[in-house]
């Protein structure tokens, strides 16, 4: 064997031999070792065969079919190797422009997903006769606007009957605003703690005040503002035609009353009489006892007494002051009937006499007839003394005259 050839032998043998024991490292992945073929290649950068020439060193003993098996399947994980890598190169640099550090790579933009409109669905209504007539009903009652709200209860309960849908219209906080605005003192009735009117009741109470109302021409209270008033403070139509009837007869109906009134209270009129007496709370209070004042004022009035006044004055003690020290009309009426007859002769004497006694006028007349004050009383019986005195010594026809016209009309201590 030539020297030459016996070299190349040799060195075949010993890089055989450094194949079997060193794996071959191929870019990161260590490719695992397999037995080195009796041939020789150069692989470029991704591993690939640079030239298809392969050149035939010594025989390791392997046939040539598995030599070329061999070779396939080398060539076949290298492009694997290399298919990988280019991805996770493609990864890498769509990753790093999606965080605008650049790359070569766009990011890839996930197609847009249009919207999907949902299929129209035909709602079933089930049929119920209730739903019908529930808006007739609802009308007669003076409400109106609850389509919508008809709409959500048969959505919840498509067999509700009539009474049942009333029900929920009147108690359900869900459903039950115009109804609580149409019936609005049964709600303030409830949170009184009185009972609840029925529809119907409710309805047959404002027609009744709406007669009462009407009969006496105060069409101003003739509305749902002051029905619901009314029947808030529990007022019946009896007692509401009572104190309608309170003001007329104690007031309207009396004109020597209903003068003192205008004359005590010239801002007052029929429409704020009535409106107290209907307010028990707030005005009733104040006005009986304006009304008592007047009726004193008009029973001074009827006896001829025009400087009759609602408050205290030097010719007058005032109405109001005995309306609050309980002076009743009757009362009054008595009062001012005595005074009449007796004061004429009393101012007479008080006149005569004023050197001698104590002025007796209007003023002294109420506070002894009407407040029965003793010091007035006895301002009286002076004059009554003088006056006696006075004809002491003429005939007996003249103290008769005199018992005639003074003493004996008295019908108690007192009186002339």
Not at 267 to 275: H, P, W
Not at 319 to 343: F, N, P, R
């Amino acid at each position: 064997m030539a020297a030459g050839s016996q070299a190349a032998a040799a060195a075949a043998t010993a890089a055989a031999a450094k194949a079997k024991a060193t794996p071959t490292k191929v870019g990161t992945p260590a490719v695992i070792a397999k037995p080195a073929p009796s041939f020789t290649q150069t692989l470029n950068l991704y591993g690939s065969p640079a030239s298809n020439a392969v050149k035939k060193t010594v025989s390791n003993g392997l046939s040539a079919t598995d030599k070329a098996g061999l070779l396939k399947d080398f060539n076949d994980a290298q492009k694997q190797l290399a298919d990988i890598t280019a991805a996770r190169d493609a990864l890498l640099d769509q990753y790093n422009a999606g965080l605008g550090g650049g790359g070569t790579t766009p990011p890839v933009t996930p197609p847009v997903t249009p919207p999907v409109t949902p299929p129209v669905v035909n709602k079933t209504i089930t049929p119920n006769a209730a739903y019908d007539t529930i808006g007739n009903i609802l009308e007669s009652y003076g409400i109106t606007g609850l389509a919508g709200v008809l709409s959500a209860i048969r959505d919840e309960y498509p067999e509700a009957r009539s009474d049942e849908l009333l029900s929920l219209l009147q108690f359900d906080p869900r459903y039950n605003t115009k109804f609580n605005e149409r019936f609005a003192g049964n709600v303030a009735r409830q949170k009184a703690g009185l009972s609840v009117l029925s529809p119907g009741d409710y309805l047959k109470t404002e027609e009744s005040y709406k007669k009462v109302l009407t009969s006496y021409g105060l069409t101003k209270f003739n509305n749902q503002g002051y029905y619901d008033k009314f029947i808030t403070n529990d007022i019946s139509a009896t007692e509401l035609t009572d104190r309608v009837q309170l003001a007329y007869d104690r007031v309207l109906s009396d004109d020597p009353v209903n003068t003192a009134f205008k004359k005590f209270y010239p801002s007052l009129g029929l429409g704020d009489i009535v409106t107290a007496m209907l307010d028990p709370v707030n005005q009733l209070p104040d006005l009986e006892r304006k009304v008592k004042a007047a009726e004193i004022g008009g029973a001074a009035l009827r006896q001829g007494f025009t400087n009759i006044s609602q408050t205290a004055t030097d010719m007058t003690v005032g109405a109001d002051v005995l309306a609050q020290q309980g002076l009743t009309k009757a009362q009054a009426e008595v009062g001012y009937k005595t005074i009449a007859q007796e004061l004429p002769q009393a101012e007479k004497f008080s006149s005569i006499y004023s050197g001698q006694s104590e002025k007796y006028g209007m003023l002294e007349a109420e506070k002894d007839t009407l407040q029965g004050l003793a010091s007035e009383e006895r301002k009286k019986k002076a004059l009554i003394a003088l006056e006696q005195a006075q004809f002491g010594g003429d005939s007996g026809t003249s103290k008769a005259s005199i018992n005639t016209n003074y003493l004996n009309k008295t019908s108690g201590a007192g009186q002339f």
